[in-house]
């Protein structure tokens, strides 16, 4: 590491730190021959590489606005997103892999997103498993409910010719 006020190719690390995220390594360095001290953040990249071939980072924004969408007319906060995007990154990160698909990124998002939303879980899913008829769907609320068995109480749509608690939905109109 060059030191940036007198260019001398080499320096030592006085000490070194997680940041608070536990995304990156804070350094304190100390340039041998200046003697001034500096700061270094070290991140590994994490490359996704799309459909098309192209590789690009990881974004983690790209990532909540994803899901913004699945979200759009539920109660979801927007902290939630953010602690979403957080769990996602993560769990991709903890595979330890450099690179790594849409189609790994996509299932990591859908594990978080089931425990934060069913109905934003199932219009995430039947964009990224490309549901193509109303059998998907319904293959998709019988997994979901038979993975918990609580489900019942939860929010999980109505299909038609399932067994199950029927949810109302009681509007006053006026």
Do not use: N, W
């Amino acid at each position: 590491m060059h030191c940036p006020f007198c260019r001398h190719p080499d320096s030592r690390v006085v000490d070194s730190r997680a940041t608070d995220d536990g995304t990156s390594i804070r350094r304190r360095r100390q340039c041998p021959d200046c003697g001034r001290r500096f700061t270094t953040v070290e991140t590994a990249s994490l490359m996704v590489i799309k459909r098309s071939g192209v590789t690009e980072p990881f974004s983690r924004d790209k990532v909540i606005a994803g899901v913004r969408k699945a979200c759009q007319g539920r109660p979801v906060s927007e902290d939630a997103l953010a602690q979403l995007g957080q769990r996602v990154e993560e769990a991709i990160r903890a595979t330890g892999s450099a690179e790594l698909s849409t189609h790994d990124v996509g299932l990591a998002i859908l594990g978080p997103l089931q425990d934060l939303d069913l109905v934003a879980y199932l219009r995430f899913a039947s964009v990224y498993r490309a549901f193509d008829s109303l059998e998907d769907f319904e293959t998709a609320i019988t997994e979901l409910r038979e993975a918990a068995p609580a489900a019942e109480d939860a929010e999980i749509p109505r299909v038609p010719g399932h067994q199950g608690r029927q949810t109302t939905d009681a509007r006053s109109v006026g």
